[in-house]
């Protein structure tokens, strides 16, 4: 009964604090401000009776932690959604209800009781959440005005039988009612924009692989004999279907490519965490320049705009698809301008541990730069989904990296793909897993090395007998 309950809290608390995570940014902000003010004002200027210190810090000290959340350490992040619900319940519910008491029940006090429970449901538009921020908070503001006001008992509670009580419910009861319509609204409108993009960011991705596959098949047409009526036999070259094989080689690879995109894609919309258990160690030239082989340009002149300069290959442990995605999310979105700027050029710099992508486009304003990685966040573009450089940045973090962006309007916009630098420690474990993979498979197989230079026959049969394969040698085939 219980962990249902409390499941249903954490899942409604963590949806409530992604919907408001910037209002409860600024919400911080003035709280700390209103909290300092006052308490200057009625703790040295005009004292009033009741007023804490030490009650009025821890205040401004929760709302200053929410205002800086963005600066919090990524391992702590996941706890910003409780600290928000403390902050609202110690801010609001448990502060207005020490201050109404300490007061002896004033009208201004009331008054200030009956906002609170408004804003408390606008930043918790769940029942659930909302009835147990207000309650618990008006709970411990009574506890703490008993344990520490002296003249308690003397105060006039009956005052909040007969008026409090019957304000406080009917706040309450008006603002969930209100809020429950609002709430259904924004979810129908959120759920429509979440299957919008969703349809665009798949059609997109798909876009890549599925040219792909059409130019290996267009290959595969031009290898193949040409159709004809007559009953006869048409023979292939060994060039030509060594030829169709990679081609075929090369589509399956693309259906592959596809298949995961789609699967990364879904994920990101329904905000997964990516994995890290399947890294592997990369040469950041190799994949680099795949990707910039592979991706689907609209003509040839396109992808002699894109120019690749690899001034110091390293490697780095990551995913190979979802790096290339990366660099395909770039790619995209950089041609996505060329037909409005004929002189914009692509150019791609690897370096130690950084990767640095540059398109001298039509650059991004401070305000589009400020908010170019966050999700469903798009500018300049019909049909966008704004899922792809936020997946961008998950996907570097997920590296161990991270990928940032400079940008000057009608200039250029530059990202910066930083990685870690690889011990050698690992890369010594890496080759030694990928030598015990390929020992499973090629163990006790016969393999033929034809060459007519018996060194280079030697130097292949060193290479290949530590696989566990059976190595014979001939100077020719014949």
Sequence with gaps: MLMPLFRRFATELQESYDASARSLVVAGAVGALVFLGYGVLWLFVTPVEHESFALRSLAVVLCVSVAFSARWPRRLRPLLPWVCFVTVMYALPFYA????????????????????????IVMFPYYLLALANIAIGIALGVLAAWLTIPDFASFNHAIVKSVHLQAMIYSVAAGLLFTRSNLKAMLARQRADTLQALAGSIAHELRNPLGQLRHRLRSIGRSLPRPSVADQAATLSVRELDSIYSELAQGRLAIDRGMQ???????????????????????????????????????????????????????????????????????????????????????????????????????????????VFQSFHTAGKEGGTGLGLSFCKRTMEAFGGDITCESQPNRFTRFFL???????????AEEARTLAQAKRVLAGKHVLVVDDVA????????????????????????
């Design 97 to 120: 209800t020490y201050q109404l008491i300490g007061s002896n029940y004033a009208v201004l006090r009331s008054m200030l009781m009956v906002s609170m429970v408004f804003f408390v």
């Design 261 to 371: 995109m789609i699967s990364l894609t879904l994920d990101e919309i329904q905000g997964k965490s990516l994995s890290t258990s399947d890294l592997r160690l990369l040469s950041a030239g190799t994949v680099t320049r795949k990707a910039v082989e592979e991706f689907n340009y609209e003509s040839e002149g396109d992808r002699a705009r894109v120019e690749l300069r690899i001034e110091k290959d390293f490697v780095f442990k990551g995913d190979e698809t979802r790096y290339i995605f990366v660099l395909f999310n770039l790619l995209k979105n950089a041609l996505h301008y060329f037909p409005d700027h004929p002189a914009a050029r692509v150019r791609i710099l690897v370096e130690p541990q950084c990767i640095t992508f540059e398109d001298t486009g039509p650059g991004m304003t401070p305000a589009v730069l400020a908010k």
């Design 418 to 428: 930083r990685l870690p630098v690889v011990s050698q420690a690992d890369i010594e």
């Design 455 to 478: 060194v280079l026959r030697t130097i292949a049969r060193a290479m290949l007998q530590p696989l566990g394969l059976h190595v014979e040698e001939a100077e020719n085939g014949q």
